[in-house]
């Protein structure tokens, strides 16, 4: 078991609104990363917000292909931190975040491919469509994304 990493040793490196999660865009979702020395690597902080919010904080070092460590923030506070990246499902349309007490359920951006039958332009071809770019930030070992406005829905479980 492992503590909360105490931002205030942390600093700020970089904010990416808009972030994807597990590749898939949620609009509203904003990464904020932290960085900090620790012997000959570095220390890496992810706070995930919905529209202000905080959702969940994930850790590790950079250059990690994976989080070495999740916690999800709810009513009661933090959890405990948990081994690993954020639990993250892809399902009909939306995001769902397991936190152990609750389900997250986060909306999530069509891709071209989802649509690129129902958009102008030759058919399957995906003309006009943009797609945000995925944000693989370096500076932390996991992808991040948005949410829409609409807010993530809870569910107890």
Do not use: K, N
């Amino acid at each position: 078991m492992t503590v909360l990493p105490r931002l205030a040793d942390f600093r700020p490196h970089r904010t990416v609104p808009d972030i994807d999660l597990e590749g898939h865009v949620v609009p509203g979702l904003t990464g904020e990363f932290f960085r900090r020395p620790d012997g000959d690597r570095i220390a890496t902080v992810g706070v995930y917000r919905y529209r202000g919010a905080e959702l969940f904080m994930a850790w590790g070092f950079v250059g990690e292909q994976h989080c070495r460590w999740t916690a999800y923030r709810d009513d009661a506070g933090w959890t405990a931190p948990h081994e690993g990246c954020p639990r993250v499902r892809r399902e009909a349309g939306v995001l769902a975040v397991d936190t152990g007490r609750d389900r997250i359920i986060l909306p999530v951006q069509a891709t071209v491919a989802e649509h690129a039958d129902t958009r102008p332009g030759p058919a399957g071809t995906g003309a006009c469509a943009v797609v945000p770019p995925a944000v693989r930030d370096e500076s932390h070992t996991a992808d991040s994304g948005s949410l829409c406005a609409t807010g993530p829905g809870r569910q107890r479980g």
